[in-house]
């Protein structure tokens, strides 16, 4: 991000510490909320020319957040700002998130924005801090912007002139100076002293940091990201050097830039005072469902069990398209009329069977453990969704699981169907075993048993991974009359498509 390829040789290794420090990071906790930690790394607080400052801040959540883009749950989140310390506004140029202290992703923002800090907000503290004086210049020239902006207020002509001076002289980094007004002038003021900075220990080459980290000054393109907070970006000898663009005005947060306090993609709560605080749902006695807390979305933030439904890579259902033509294997049906017991399991309607129903595929054997319904279909076929499917869910001796779909259409009245819907419990948990009836799961079934096949996972929690998929091509009919009966206990409980990533799917030809 610095445009160092022009700089003295000696003056790189110093650069690269101000990029890529956490074996040397000095955090230094500067506010507590909820949970919620807030750092600064006191080894990377750089003063910038103008009163602007660039540091690295880190905020450490009480519980880990899921990144969306990546699938990776990450629970601290490292931030390099620029702060306007005169204007009281930050903008961030990069984020880092780690896991366990291992960074997992590093995301440049393209579009800095200047964003107006609350009064009291955790935000100002972050401020407060990088912004006060670290040295007895410094602390010299804070006493003379005080005495000069006092005497501003008091509409004092010299002290403006002074404070003119003193804001223009900016950069500490470059060597003091003598200001002198215009002898011509018929008011000559008396010349200025910029306070001279503390001698150094040791005999440094002294760097022109707005050259090397002025992002405000007229730039064109944007500061390069880091790789990681533990490797030094590697310069691009011969390039020119680049710099970030200007920032845009100064303008309230919105509410998701609010959400990104500190510049974290992780929630943050208000921290003004007598100011609402989001409440963060409580997900600890909520079951899962398909709608509201319980929803498909949460699954992963009910129980620690369930963190497969998040960041699983294969999990079903998914959209059905550009499989394979192959000659699949048929299925071996060991299907046969069997009595069954129904219930109502408060998320679909389940039917148990008598043992002796199986599978075989691949040489392997597939007992039948249970079939259940959903509406609308949760598979697609090219983006298609039918009125209703059952999975057969069958295991093996392995507890490999591999689930037969049987989609449902609009059509005609279906015997097996109405046979179980005959028997369907009135109450949630309760169940129906009714003696000496039947049903030939073989005639659940389409004719064509043709099928779609691909790797996924349960569409329940906790979405178990590695399940073999079975989708018969071919629908079988159901009647609007028994799609209306199953629709007034379940009208939706389909888990919405899952993305596919480029998952291999097959298909019989």
């Known amino acids: 991000m610095f445009a160092i390829t022009r700089l003295p040789i000696p003056v790189l290794p110093f650069l690269l510490l101000l990029v890529a420090m956490p074996a040397a990071a000095q955090w230094q906790t500067v506010a507590t909320n909820a949970g919620t930690i807030v750092a600064v790394d006191k080894g990377r607080i750089n003063r910038l020319k103008g009163d602007k400052t660039a540091a690295w801040t880190r905020l450490t959540l009480d519980h880990p957040v899921l990144d969306f883009e990546t699938q990776v749950r990450y629970t601290t989140v490292q931030a390099l700002n620029y702060y306007d310390c005169a204007n009281r506004t930050y903008a961030t140029q990069k984020r880092v998130f780690f896991t366990d202290g291992r960074a997992m992703k590093t995301e440049k923002v393209d579009a800095a924005r200047q964003i107006a800090i609350r009064?009291?907000?955790?935000?100002?503290?972050?401020?407060?801090?990088?912004?006060?004086?670290?040295?007895?210049?410094?602390?010299?020239?804070?006493?003379?912007?005080a005495a000069a902006a006092a005497a501003i207020a008091a509409n004092d002509a010299r002290p403006r002139a002074m404070h003119a001076e003193m804001v223009s002289a900016g950069d500490l980094a470059q060597p003091p100076s003598v200001k002198v007004a215009d002898a011509h002038s018929p008011a000559a003021p008396a010349p200025t002293v910029v306070p001279a900075e503390k001698p150094r220990l040791f005999d440094m080459p002294r760097i022109d940091k707005s050259k090397a980290e002025d992002p405000y000054k007229g730039a064109t393109t944007p500061a390069a990201p880091v790789k990681s907070a533990a490797t030094p970006a590697t310069p691009t000898h011969g390039a020119a050097p680049t710099k970030p663009a200007p920032?845009?005005?100064?303008?309230?947060?919105?509410?998701?830039?609010?959400?990104?306090?500190?510049?974290?993609?992780?929630?943050?709560?208000?921290?003004?005072?007598?100011?609402?605080?989001?409440?963060v749902p409580d997900y600890s006695h909520v079951h899962w469902g398909y709608a509201g807390l319980g929803q498909p979305e949460n699954w992963a933030k009910l129980d620690p069990k369930n963190a497969t439904c998040g960041i699983g890579k294969r999990q079903s259902p998914i959209d059905i398209r550009d499989g394979i033509k192959v000659d699949l294997e048929p299925i071996r049906f060991d299907y046969r009329p069997s009595q069954f017991r129904i219930i109502d399991n408060g998320h679909t309607v389940q039917v148990d069977v008598a043992e002796g129903n199986s599978i075989t595929l691949e040489g392997r054997n597939y007992p039948l453990m249970q079939f259940h319904f959903h509406r609308p279909s949760e598979e697609r076929v090219n983006g298609k969704a039918y009125d209703m499917v059952a999975h057969l869910v069958h295991k093996d001796f392995d507890n490999s699981y591999a689930v037969i779909a049987v989609l449902m259409e609009r059509s005609s009245e279906h015997p097996i169907i109405q046979t179980l819907w005959n028997y369907m419990p009135l109450e949630v948990g309760m169940e129906a075993a009714p003696p000496n009836v039947y049903i030939d799961l073989a005639k659940l079934l389409p004719e064509n048993r043709e099928y779609y096949t691909y790797m996924g996972s349960l569409t329940t929690p906790p979405c178990t991974e590695y399940v073999l998929w079975m989708v018969m091509k071919n629908p079988i009919p159901v009647s609007p009359q028994q799609i209306g009966i199953f629709a007034r206990l379940y009208p939706n409980n389909a888990r919405p498509v899952q993305p596919a990533n480029d998952r291999l799917i097959k298909e019989s030809r």
Do not use: Y
């Not at 009064?119 to 006493?143: F, H, I, Y």
């Not at 947060?253 to 409440?279: F, H, I």
């Open 247 to 279: 920032f845009a005005p100064v303008e309230e947060p919105s509410r998701q830039q609010r959400e990104l306090m500190l510049a974290t993609s992780g929630p943050r709560k208000s921290a003004v005072k007598n100011a609402p605080v989001e409440q």
């Open 119 to 145: 009064p009291e907000s955790l935000d100002a503290r972050v401020l407060d801090e990088v912004c006060k004086p670290r040295t007895v210049a410094e602390m010299g020239q804070t006493s003379v912007r």
